[in-house]
């Protein structure tokens, strides 16, 4: 048409109208990958969920599963790439999934908690996830947001830096996920289903695993043990994520030194250990620097758990096994393996909570000039939030329930027992039918003070709501996560969706809001997605509410989220174009 001097018609320009939009349509639903030069590219990605039979300590169960594999595939993606994962629902349960510590910016719908950023997806519908991974680089992971179906639904999430950017610590030779999971012989939705109904608590895992596998330790399991199988002199950097439903772990690995470089996608000053600690819902990524020649040995890399809280717990040990290659040969015989000394890690005790609290605090920022702590200075918003286990009084008729003395299992925040709606709370915000769904007045802190870490008060129940914190835009808050001991203290890691906080102190015993605030970490504190309240003690955290949408916020313990230590914080859009969040893609599903 260029240098025509023809003045096309009414119906042609109605015709090339229709044209541009329709390919404009098609750029949209089906964006094609970003050239060179661009922030990042557009990565596909297909997830068929259905059901899979796997054989694990001698019990076959038929299990949710994506793409038929145990644990599920591993999402690659390097810091500015747009993932748009596409969630087909073939089995008979309702599904969601949720993308764990991405940001999410203004893409809310994309966040996956059931009830609270969606509906689920429902049996033979399906889900497109369209976000765009913004200034993050490391592991994260996905899992199932909906009942107990991350049980056996979850994958690694593997962000590396952008195109021309470099690791700020040693290129390592390999990189390998180590992936902590649990193993139930019986199916765990049934398991929470029983244990709801009854008011008890449920029955524990019966293994954990390392990449899926239980290992050599467990009754009819040796052949299902993890190998690491590594040079003499290089270096490996291992991506560990703990996608137990129940259970912090201790993980070492015999004989070497493990140098933690980053956490939660986000890096951190280099330190060296023997042992980590990992809650549920948190990733730490190791350096693991191999021995300068052949050592003629095998290591064992174990994980158990620390247990504080006074439920029964699974007191058993997952372990991998480190083997070096040989000089000089691509493989060697098993019996040959068999016959090298084998080391074994020395754990810390079960409840070894100074353990737990001298890790925590050696984690710290970068806070370089290329990657900055951006803690915020001065706060607009104070909370003060108890954390911990409660009771609801029996609701079986004629029949004692199994919890304390006759009462059901709750939990609570601010002793509100969240209540999950019916219907999505993102929805209902956005199109502003809140009304008969949430109320916007959850407590800013106890509304009956009590000695928290003191002698138990006589009264342990909660009360039961949803209940959300409204925030303007660019709110910064500080929030004070006080543990309870109201059925015996317990350490919480406790999981915020949409943002990463900073954790600017902690301590034991009750906060003391005179003295605890001097001590504060205002320069390198660790930025996160997930920490844990000590048990008996508290958490400082603050972060900048920069993200508008609906973000849950809960205790990475399956079982007390499913008691209801849970809540939401609505953050309200701001005044820019930028500042608001998207509306809902048309396949949002329905409830």
Not at 212 to 227: E, M
Not at 273 to 292: H, V
Not at 420 to 433: D, K, N, R, Y
Request: hydrophobic share 40%; with cysteine; glycine share 8%.
């Amino acid at each position: 048409m260029g240098a025509s001097s023809l003045v096309p018609s009414h119906a042609l320009i109605g015709a090339w109208f229709l044209f541009a939009s329709l390919i404009a349509l098609c750029l949209g639903l089906f964006p094609q990958p970003a050239l060179a030069g661009d922030e990042g590219i557009t990565r596909h990605y297909t997830f068929d969920i259905k059901m899979q039979n796997v054989t694990r300590l001698c019990h076959t169960r038929s299990i949710v599963t994506v793409n038929g594999k145990f644990p599920g595939p591993r999402i690659v993606a390097r810091e500015g790439d747009r993932l748009l994962i596409k969630v087909i629902n073939h089995v008979p349960h309702n599904v969601s999934i949720h993308w764990h510590g991405i940001r999410q910016l203004r893409s809310g719908w994309a966040d996956g908690p059931a009830y609270v950023t969606q509906c689920p997806i429902q049996t033979g519908q399906s889900y497109v996830y369209n976000f765009t991974i913004t200034g993050q680089r490391g592991t994260l992971f996905w899992h199932a947001h909906i009942s107990w179906l991350r049980a056996t639904l979850y994958g690694p999430i593997i962000i590396l830096p952008k195109r021309n950017a470099s690791y700020p610590f040693t290129k390592p030779y390999k990189e390998v996920p180590i992936v902590f999971g649990e193993w139930f012989n019986t199916d765990p939705e049934a398991i929470i289903a029983q244990a709801l109904q009854t008011g008890g608590g449920p029955n524990v895992s019966d293994a954990y695993t390392i990449n899926g596998l239980p290992g050599p330790l467990y009754n009819c399991s040796a052949k299902d043990t993890f190998k690491l199988k590594v040079k003499p002199g290089k270096t490996y950097l291992l991506r560990v994520i703990n996608a137990a439903l129940n259970d912090d772990l201790f993980f070492s690995i015999a004989n070497h030194t493990l140098t933690v470089v980053d956490v939660d996608a986000i890096y951190v000053k280099p330190f060296d250990m023997d042992t980590i600690l990992i809650t549920p819902g948190q990733t730490t990524n190791l350096l693991l620097k191999t021995k300068p020649s052949y050592p003629k040995a095998t290591f064992l890399m174990t994980a158990r758990p620390y247990a504080t809280g006074l439920g029964t717990f699974d007191n058993s040990t997952v372990a991998g096994i480190l083997e070096y290659e040989r000089p000089g040969s691509f493989h060697h015989s098993a019996g040959s393996v068999k016959q090298l000394p084998l080391f074994k890690p020395t754990l810390p005790a079960l409840n070894d909570t100074s353990f737990a609290m001298k890790f925590s605090n050696k984690l710290r920022s970068l806070a370089s000039a290329r990657f900055p702590a951006n803690v915020p200075k001065k706060v607009d918003r104070q909370f003060f939030f108890t954390v911990g286990l409660g009771t609801n009084p029996c609701d079986r008729k004629n029949k004692t329930c199994q919890g304390p003395n006759g009462t059901m299992f709750a939990a609570s925040i601010n002793n509100v027992s969240f209540t999950m709606p019916t219907t999505a709370l993102l929805q209902s915000h956005f199109f502003g039918q809140s009304n008969g769904v949430y109320s916007p007045y959850f407590p800013s802190s106890p509304l009956i003070p009590f000695n928290y870490t003191g002698n138990p008060p006589n009264n342990t129940m909660v009360s039961n709501g949803t209940k959300l914190v409204v925030l303007p835009f660019n709110t910064s808050v500080e929030l004070i996560m006080q543990d309870t001991s109201i059925l015996g203290a317990e350490s919480h890691p406790l999981h915020l969706h949409g943002f990463n906080f900073f954790v600017v102190g902690q301590g034991f015993g009750n906060f003391d809001p005179n003295k605890d605030p001097k001590k504060f970490n205002l320069i390198d504190p660790v930025e996160r997605n997930t920490a844990g309240v000590p048990s008996g003690g508290w958490l400082a955290i603050r972060f900048l509410a920069d993200n508008p949408g609906v973000w849950f916020m809960h205790c990475h313990l399956e079982v007390h989220t499913s008691w209801g230590l849970k809540m939401a914080w609505l953050v309200l859009d701001g005044k820019l174009p930028n500042q608001k969040l998207l509306p809902p893609p048309t396949d949002l599903p329905k409830c």
